[in-house]
């Protein structure tokens, strides 16, 4: 064979190289995109997705919700008595006979799964809750447990005259934690010998909302 039929056929085996070269690497590009879709065929091979949304909740529960201090008077030797809750143990009473079995504080605590803004308002002033000559009726908020709540209107640890003009705001943040989701008003009443005779109650409106 001459030289130019010998450099003719070597030039035809490199092209067949090549060519055998590009379709190798075609087809194991296919096999490449192909192997999740033989995964699938051939094992079950497949992905999933879970999806879950969790709403909101905003939820205020009262574990006690009454003081009651029930029926009772002024003692003689005295102008004025003081009724006073003292958180969620008994109340205190001075220079009267009503008892202080129940005179508890109003507990709140947030059930929800969000913090939130808290308020309350009382329906009654003193001379509409109580009557008579200097009577009073005040409000004192306090957290049953630490971090539970911060920010508000109504000053925490601080007798003051009970909100009945407009919603106050006991706190701003108000936790839904566990370890701190607790707060509570306490009551202090003061009862003139001249208030008016009778059963004597005032409603306490209190409500959560979202923060904003």
Do not use: H
């Amino acid at each position: 064979m001459d030289k130019t039929k010998q450099k003719n056929m070597n030039n035809i085996i490199a092209v067949l190289a090549i060519a055998v070269v590009v379709v190798a690497v075609i087809n194991l590009f296919i096999i490449f995109i192909k192997v999740p879709d033989f995964q699938e065929k051939l094992t079950g091979y497949a992905l999933g997705y879970v999806n879950i949304t969790i709403s909101s909740n905003i939820q205020i529960n009262l574990t006690n919700s009454v003081t009651n201090f029930g029926a009772g008077g002024v003692n003689s030797t005295c102008e004025r008595a003081m009724l006073k809750t003292n958180g969620a143990s008994t109340g205190v009473v001075l220079c009267g006979n009503w008892s202080a079995d129940n005179g508890k504080g109003i507990v709140i605590e947030n059930n929800g799964n969000v913090n939130c803004t808290l308020t309350a308002q009382g329906a009654n002033d003193a001379a509409a809750f109580i009557g008579g000559t200097n009577s009073t009726y005040e409000w004192n908020f306090t957290l049953s447990e630490p971090g539970s709540c911060s920010g508000g209107t109504l000053t925490q640890n601080f007798f003051r005259t009970a909100n009945t003009s407009a919603p106050a705001t006991l706190c701003t943040d108000f936790r839904s934690l566990d370890s701190g989701d607790e707060v509570m008003i306490d009551i202090n009443i003061t009862v003139p010998t001249d208030a008016e005779i009778g059963a004597k109650s005032d409603t306490i409106t209190i409500s959560a909302s979202a923060q904003g």
